[in-house]
């Protein structure tokens, strides 16, 4: 075994990393072992070093470069962590550029190469731990940091991650304009093109293929580029355009198989007929909305007991509906929001997104976007005009409404692709928490046979059939399930459709009388969020409330 290969096995224990991210760092050591990084290397010669190792035919760059074809899931950005660690660490490299296509990915990632953030990609490499790379972003490369500690031949690792619009735009190009900072005459664009061991880095690879990225990539002259997306091909007279220049690929279906990501289904109710609802699209839409939200509220109780027996962390659901335009959404709105539909129980748990937001509502509404993860942010419903791109990958969606018009390969290979992840990064055996349902009664059969098709990255996708889950009538309400330890401090009681589903509420062992003693329950309270305890198990009584329907 080289060394190469034996020091990539041994940063893919250190960081724990999945089989296929440690199949892709492994094989990056092989391609790389005895191939030059540097200026001036002669690209032809490279290839053919590639090439004989892997089925790369062609860099499509005048530089090195390799394409990860990686299913949406399964860690693109840990992998990137550990590229940047393995190359500084088996073959010296310090300086890295991070391309972001947009500001949503942009801010996920300058959040994940971030000390100390809940997914820093360094996590477990000893040594980064004492020494973090340094980073340079859009909001502090003026300070000519990255420049001077260059010139001071420092061997720290400098990371500069930057939006794609920063240098391929024809506005707010001031990273080649002359900065102070930086040098008489020089712009910081200048100064990263002259760095003798640049390795560009290339999230959602698939965006960076026009003409004015292609120019601006060239121009940086990296010594290696590594391009990381799920979809690794451009759209060229109307066909489909596949790189040459993939490495490794780990398709979405082999994920879905070894069960990296959630299961993809699709629901409808087992006696619907579609010729029923012809021109009555808004009662369609009404049961579509209805059923999917009772979905949810089966879902939510199934998390908080997973939660509960297994002492995991809270994972709160919530559900993506698909609108047509901006005014479709803003009706959606206000029926899911209002009292009648299901008792208001969504009221202030809404948000659409689209692009007649602006200023203060708009920044809002991002930001409870980017915060939906969070147990304690109020969100349950997003209605999206459109279907969330890439860069919103999250890991408690689990119900897609879709309520416009579309082909279904397309609603099948884009909307599930944002809800994948798993919460508690495996799946637990718990069908609701290792599901993600599209909820189409009148796509049902489409999407199943879509799915079934021999090329289809979502093959044998799962039939659910809502009856056992929505009450005769329609009508359900959400049920919270409080924690033990509330439970145990007299602070909560157990709902009552928990009791009535044969669940015995716990004896109080302390209530709260004096104000002393409230006190102390918000006390006790605090320190359990704080060290993210989760509930105690309320047995198999739970599980049979989690199977029936919600009170």
């Keep these: ?116 953030t809940p997914k820093y990609v360094f996590t477990g490499v000893a040594a980064l731990a004492t020494r973090p790379p340094r980073l340079v972003t859009e909001d502090n490369w003026e300070q000519g940091t990255g420049v001077w500690q260059s010139a001071l031949g420092l061997d720290d690792v400098t990371i500069n991650l930057f939006n794609v619009a920063k240098i391929s735009g024809t506005k707010n190009l001031r990273l080649r304009k002359p900065h ?13 093109a002259s760095l003798p061991d640049l390795v560009l880095i290339m999230d959602e690879a698939h965006r960076y293929r026009s003409d004015a990225g292609l120019k601006a990539l060239e121009e940086l002259g990296p010594v290696l580029g590594l391009e990381l997306t799920a979809t690794p091909q451009v759209m060229a007279g109307g066909r489909a355009k596949t790189f040459k220049n993939i ?9 879905i198989a070894d069960g990296f990501v959630k299961r993809p289904a699709v629901a409808t109710r087992e006696n619907f007929r579609k010729e029923e609802y012809a021109g009555r699209e808004e009662a369609l839409e009404r049961l579509k909305l209805e059923d999917g939200m009772h979905l949810h509220e089966r879902v939510k109780t199934d998390l908080a007991l997973y939660a509960a027996e297994h002492d995991a962390r809270r994972v709160k659901p919530f559900v993506l509906v698909i609108a047509k335009d901006q005014a479709h959404a803003d009706r959606l709105h206000a029926l899911l929001s209002g009292a009648e539909f299901m008792g208001g129980a969504y009221a202030g748990k809404v948000i659409t997104v689209h692009a007649a937001k602006t200023g ?135 709902p009552q459709a928990l009791v009535n589903a044969g669940l015995a509420p716990p004896t109080p062992a302390f209530v709260p009388v004096t104000e002393e003693d409230r006190a102390l329950v918000r006390h006790v309270r605090t320190v359990l969020d704080q060290e993210s305890r989760a509930p105690q198990p309320y047995g198999a009584a739970g599980r049979r409330a989690a199977a029936g329907p919600s009170g």
């Design 1 to 116: 075994m080289s060394a190469a290969l034996a020091s990539a096995r041994s940063l893919s224990r250190s960081m724990g990393l999945r089989p296929p991210q440690a199949a892709a760092l492994e094989l990056l050591a092989t391609l790389l072992d005895g191939l030059r990084l540097g200026k001036g290397v002669d690209v032809a010669t490279a290839l053919r070093h590639v090439a004989a190792r892997s089925e790369v035919m062609d860099f499509e760059h005048p530089f090195p470069s390799l394409c990860f074809d990686l299913a949406t899931g399964v860690g693109k950005t840990r992998l990137m962590g550990a590229f940047i660690a393995w190359l500084h660490h088996a073959r010296g490299v310090r300086n890295f550029f991070v391309l972001a296509p947009n500001l949503t990915i942009y801010n996920k990632l300058r959040a994940d190469f971030t000390p100390a």
């Design 180 to 192: 102070e900072a930086i040098g008489e005459g020089v712009g910081y664009f200048d100064h990263l």
């Design 247 to 255: 490495a490794y690929s780990y398709p979405l279906a082999k994920a």
């Design 360 to 494: 203060t509502e708009r920044d809002d509404t991002v930001q409870r976007l980017l915060n939906v993860e969070s147990p304690d942010e109020p969100t349950e419903v997003v209605i999206h005009v459109e279907m969330l791109k890439e860069g919103w990958d999250v890991s408690n969606l689990y119900t897609i409404i879709p309520l416009r018009a579309g082909e279904s390969r397309t609603l099948v290979e884009q909307s599930i692709g944002r809800g994948l992840r798993l919460p508690f990064g495996r799946r637990v055996n718990v069908a609701a928490v290792d599901r993600l349902t599209i909820v189409a009664h009148d796509r049902f059969q489409e999407i199943v046979d879509e799915a079934n098709r021999p090329d289809s990255p979502v093959r044998a996708m799962e039939r659910v059939y809502l009856d056992d889950v929505v009450r005769p009538g329609g009508t359900s309400r959400p049920v919270d399930v409080p924690s033990m330890a509330d439970l145990l401090m007299g602070a909560a009681t157990l």
